[in-house]
């Protein structure tokens, strides 16, 4: 195992180093850094050769590269145009952002896993087809658009309803009328395929409806005269105020992120969702799985032993490639809700105003150390989940 | 006569596909009795395996099954797959065709083997494990004790082979059905898997369902014989008696494809020609188009099936007349210009 | 030597369907395959002669309705200048097709020449060939497009960005590429085409890449609506088109503050961009249907 790791840890050096040549060079050609200050009037020429000697701009390209290598492999990332030390600007993006996508791509494996799981043991049912529209449609989603969207339905509109909540009785009753019908019909549909007792059909779905009722009327009631704060934040990414109590905080933390992990979550979990269902498809129809069956195993054993154990492993490589979609959609998400994280830490650093290069290579080369370390870790996890693969 | 274990009528599968229907079994019906193998051979796709896929209820959602499977007095055919699992993998258990497939990569053949003792047993694990080794001695796997905690990737093909048979019989079944169960395997371990599978029948008494296509396997083990072609029985009897004398042309056609010591320097037979489509059946004799003896009855109309009461049954017009010629395998004899 | 005599071979012909005639009859039973299609075209069409046909150009102030909800006038609405929204809405969406054009043949261009290359010659061809990809993998596309992209000048560049996008974008087809020919090349009908002498470039042309081609197709066609993401979440940003070109993404970005007084100006840009990703999708998952011989849609 350590082997391995030191092994990947080795072959990540000449991909890092690659990346870094590459990015160097075009950071380098993205744009005069002191446009703005030669364009300034009374700046004396000198000042500007200083900058120039300063930010390296005199030098020739393999210099440069090299005092910057030479400081980064000594874990200095430099000073950024206005003379700041790049790393605990990096930093600070850093922990926003990892909390940020940690939190929405494990929510979005889980959910992703769970309904791939139903929709490949079910397929062509009606839960499949909608479950498979919804990932098409998260596909399909510009992200910016969404954001924007769930600012103001999520965030805006639910907090005025906070403000002033209640509901009204023909919200109760259309609600109260869905969920009973529906659960008639999957009653009904279990009853047909004689997994549930005759007459589960109007069991559920009177239950149902009896508890749905119970429930909106005590909302109706809860919710009359009340009041609540504007709850989802729609700027920023940490409560303001950090004299107040810790739940208060937690729930500030979670008002703010609420609406970002969102975003996030509809970019992983399609692929998810639809990875895991291909691969339980897949693994259904496998011999082995008939076996299973044939030894006479309960199904619920077959599909989770059997079929998941075995579905999972192709997944652990999907992990690795959402994080680059992530990170993109990390840009565009802290960018409509203003966090300080590694999107905005990147769009400052291109254009403010005017290109940056320490930070710019800064961002890109953590951003592709994540990347390497992401792919060891889902090699590792995919080493330990196929017993046919050994590490070494 | 001995009692009779399984009880097949007129099993019919279907399966609807977007080409229209592929009517894969059509009315097959059959007696397995106790400690008896029964041997089924037929080309790729003549429905031996559906027939055996619909015994133990796996074939998928979509196969339309009509007819009657009874295994003692329980009635199979129209089960739901959870009133199945106290039949599957006790009553009756299968072997597949490719061990290296029907094995699960990730877990362990002793986890497996434990897996499906505890299945149908409330063992613990101690008893089920030690019973596990013991069905990997009795298959023939050296040092079982070590080769419990193996994964399916550290045993060979035959071995392998030998894991899925003892996983078959963990539970002692009544009925075990080998689907080509040789057929991946090189010719020197299909003979040692043939051995340890004669041996699993001398020693538990269960009866065995062998489905081939190669009549060569079956002649030293099986003791009675079902012929099936396009998704029907067209001959049924004892070994010997369908071996000596065959009656349908079909028959005569694979067993003139064996070469056998009178063929030395001739030609081996050849049946022309492929399988019919099972998509659209026609009222006629399935194997007429192929058939050197077809007359115009054998298009008009389709044989009755073969009753399993018969001792040596045949579905074809012209039995009668063949059963009567002198040089059966004549009838396949290719002219030849030397 | 013997030969046979009295063969009959009509006795072996078998009714066998032409295998691209199954595949289309596959695809158009697609009902949402088909669907898709039909919308596409017409969005395409639209967004192509649309300046021809519909009443308003897209810089035309129409200063009589300013700031109108939809109408009959204006089935968009208008914005504070009381230019035409669907006039604009048609005029981003040509604009972000065409770029997604582009770059899904650039992409699928370099992606199946680089893939075919690495998986039909393999060793040091393919380990450098993957390693590029592997490389071009670690930096996400949206970061490396915007480093480079934010300086274009604004106007005329969308095909700058769509070389750009297409250059830096073929990554995916090439590893499906790879892995199609990795298994065909073992094929025996390669083997054989090898064995009596064809040169390689006719094997790789003539004898593996036509059997690679449908999950070709199926990832030129998904890349489309990848593109399109990518392009408008650029434009988006500012680092893609600039005024006075438009996109998609530039008009969500220019509306945005409008939602809440102004909800249609937001509303239609977006929709058009799901609209045209989830049709092209549609289309993608269609045809991958349609060529995977192992699916054969029963329904119970």
């Known amino acids: 195992m350590t082997a391995f790791i030191i092994r990947r840890l080795l072959i990540a050096v000449p991909v890092l180093f690659l990346a870094s040549v590459f990015t160097f060079f075009l950071v380098i050609n993205s744009g005069d850094p002191l446009e703005n200050l030669r364009a300034k009037p009374g700046i004396s020429p000198q000042v500007i050769k200083n900058e120039e000697v300063r930010l390296g701009l005199d030098k020739p390209f393999v210099e440069r590269y090299t005092n910057w290598a030479g400081d980064f492999v000594r874990g200095d990332l430099g000073t950024d145009m206005k003379n700041r030390p790049v790393w605990p600007q990096l930093w600070s993006a850093i922990k926003y952002t990892l909390r940020l996508v940690l939190i929405a791509e494990l929510i979005a494996i889980s959910i992703g896993l769970m309904i791939g799981i139903v929709s490949g043991v079910r397929q062509y049912s009606g839960f499949d087809y909608s479950t498979t529209f919804v990932s098409f449609l998260f596909f399909s989603l510009p992200v910016f658009w969404f954001a924007n969207l769930l600012k103001v339905f999520g965030a805006i509109k639910f907090n005025d309803w906070l403000e002033n909540p209640g509901i009204s009785l023909a919200f109760a009753v259309v609600i109260t009328a869905f969920l009973g019908g529906s659960f008639y019909l999957i009653g009904r549909k279990r009853e047909r395929l004689r997994l549930a007792k005759p007459g589960a059909g109007l069991k559920w779905g009177g239950v149902s409806l009896g508890v749905t009722a119970l429930v909106m009327l005590s909302a109706f009631f809860y919710f009359k005269n009340r009041e609540y704060g504007r709850f989802v934040k729609t700027l920023g990414s940490e409560p303001r105020d950090l004299s107040d109590s810790f739940a208060s905080r937690l729930w500030s933390y979670v008002g703010h992120g609420v609406l970002p992990v969102i975003v996030l979550f509809t970019i992983s979990y399609a692929g998810y969702s639809r990875y895991m269902r291909a691969s339980m498809l897949e693994q259904l129809s496998a011999d082995h799985v008939r076996t299973a069956r044939a030894k006479g195993l309960s199904e619920t054993r077959v599909i989770m032993r059997h079929a998941f154990r075995n579905a999972l492993i192709p997944i652990a490589t999907i992990a690795t490639l959402s994080w680059g979609g992530l990170i993109a959609g990390a840009v565009i998400t802290e960018r409509v809700f203003a966090w300080n994280g590694m999107g905005d830490f990147f769009l400052d650093s291109l254009s403010n105003p005017t290109p940056d290069p320490n930070r710019l290579l800064a961002f890109v080369m953590i951003t592709a150390t994540f990347t390497i370390l992401f792919n060891i870790v889902a090699d590792i996890i995919y080493a330990v989940l196929d017993p046919r693969i050994r590490l070494g | 006569m001995t009692e009779t274990l399984l009880q097949v009528r007129d099993l019919a599968v279907d399966f609807p596909t977007d080409d229209g229907v592929v009517r894969a079994v059509r009315g097959v019906s059959f007696d397995l009795r106790r400690g008896e193998v029964l041997g089924i051979v037929g080309e790729s796709g003549c429905g031996k395996s559906v027939t055996n896929l619909a015994i133990m209820g796996l074939l998928p959602k979509t196969a339309q099954v009509s007819g009657s499977v009874r295994i003692g007095m329980e009635e199979i055919v129209g089960r739901y797959p959870n009133e199945m699992r106290d039949i599957r993998g006790k009553r009756i258990a299968m072997i597949f065709q490719d061990p290296m497939t029907s094995l699960n990569p990730v877990y362990t053949v002793g986890w497996q083997l434990v897996e499906t003792i505890r299945a149908h047993r409330k063992t613990k694990k101690a008893e089920a494990r030690s019973r596990a080794v013991d069905l990997l001695r009795l298959v023939g796997i050296p040092n079982p004790e070590d080769r419990f905690d193996s994964y399916p990737h550290e045993f060979s093909g035959g071995m392998r082979q030998r894991v899925v048979i003892a996983m078959a019989i963990a539970n002692d079944p009544e009925v075990l059905i080998a689907d080509e169960p040789t057929t991946a395997l090189d010719v020197t371990v299909q003979a040692q898997i043939l051995d340890t599978l004669q041996r699993i029948r001398r020693e538990t008494g269960t009866a065995i369902i062998f489905i081939t296509h190669d009549l060569g396997v079956l002649a030293g083990i099986a003791d009675r014989l079902l012929v099936m072609y396009a998704g029907r029985v067209v001959e049924s009897g004892g070994i010997e008696e369908v071996f000596d004398d065959p009656q349908m042309p079909y028959t005569i056609g694979l067993l003139g494809a064996i070469p056998g010591e009178d063929s030395h320097g001739r030609r081996l037979n050849q049946i022309k020609g492929a399988p019919p489509s099972l998509m659209r059946v026609q009222d006629a004799c399935q194997f007429a188009p192929r058939c050197p003896l077809a007359v115009a009855a054998c298009t008009a109309s389709e044989p009755a099936p073969v009753a399993p009461s018969m001792i040596h049954g045949v579905a074809c017009h012209r039995a009668a007349e063949i059963a009567a010629m002198s040089d059966k395998r004549s009838i396949f004899q290719r002219e030849e210009v030397v | ?300």
């Open chain 3, 1 to 300: 030597m013997s030969t046979i005599v009295g063969s009959h071979d009509t006795e072996f012909a078998i009714e066998v369907r032409s295998q691209w005639r199954t595949i289309v009859r596959r695809f158009f039973r697609h009902r949402l395959a088909m669907v898709s299609l039909i919308v596409l075209s017409l969005i395409f069409f639209a967004s192509i002669f649309g300046k021809y046909i519909w009443r308003f150009d897209y810089m035309e102030r129409d200063t009589a309705n300013l700031s109108q909800p939809p109408s009959w006038t204006h089935p968009f609405g208008t914005d504070s200048l009381g230019k035409d929204m669907l006039a604009l809405t048609l005029r981003g969406a040509q604009r972000s097709i065409l770029i997604a054009l582009v770059v899904s043949i650039l992409s699928t261009t370099i992606g199946v020449t680089l893939g075919a290359i690495a998986g039909y010659f393999r060793g040091w061809t393919d380990a450098v060939i993957m390693r590029i990809t592997d490389l071009l993998l670690t930096i996400p596309l949206l970061i490396l497009a915007g480093c480079i992209s934010w300086q274009f000048d604004g106007g005329g560049s969308w095909w700058l960005l769509s070389l750009l996008l297409g250059v830096l974008s073929w990554q995916g087809t090439a590893r499906i590429v790879r892995g199609e020919f990795l298994a065909l090349r073992e094929k025996e009908f390669v083997e054989a085409a090898r064995a009596i002498g064809v040169r390689d470039r006719r094997i790789i042309f003539r004898h593996v890449l036509p059997n690679a081609l449908g999950p070709i197709i199926v990832s030129a066609t998904l890349s489309i609506a990848g593109a399109i993401l990518v392009e408008t979440a650029l434009s988006y940003l500012g680092l893609g088109v600039k005024a006075p070109d438009s996109s998609l993404g530039l008009l969500v970005s220019d509306y945005q503050a409008a939602f809440q007084t102004r909800p249609w100006l937001f509303w239609f840009p977006g929709i058009f961009i799901i609209v045209i990703c989830l049709g092209v999708n549609f289309v993608g998952d269609g045809l991958r249907d349609a060529f995977d011989p192992k699916q054969t849609r029963v329904r119970s």
